[in-house]
C-alpha cells in the first residue's frame, strides 16, 4: 500500500486475505468466522496500545499450508513484548483459512 493512501476498512482486509470461514486460535484468543475474527483484530489495540507485529521469518509455504515468526514490540520498538510462530492453513485460492499461533519466550527473557 503506498504512503498517505487510507487503508481500506478493515472487514475489506478480511475479506480480501481470509477465506469465507475463518478459523484463528492461540494461548489467548479464538475467533471462528469473519465476525469473530473482525472483533478481535479490533479489540487488540485496546489490549496492546501502540504495540505493532512484525515479521521474523518469511512467510515458509508447501501446498496448502503456511508458516511465519513474528514479535511483538511495544511503541518504544525495542525488544519483544512476545513472540512466536503462526501456522496457517490456505483456502484453494490462497486467501487463509485458518491460522494457528504458538507464542515462545522472548530472547531477552531467557
Known sequence: MER?????????????????????????????????????VAAGPQQFPGHRFRLTTAVASLHDRARWGWELVGPDGGAPVAEGVDFAVLAPDGRLREVTGFFQQPAAAA
Not at 498517505?4 to 470461514?21: F, K, M, Q, S, V
Open 4 to 40: 498517505g493512501r487510507p487503508r481500506p476498512p478493515r472487514r475489506e482486509l478480511i475479506a480480501a486475505t481470509w477465506a469465507p470461514d475463518p478459523r484463528y486460535a492461540d494461548p489467548l484468543f479464538a475467533a471462528d468466522g469473519a465476525d469473530a475474527l473482525d472483533a478481535l
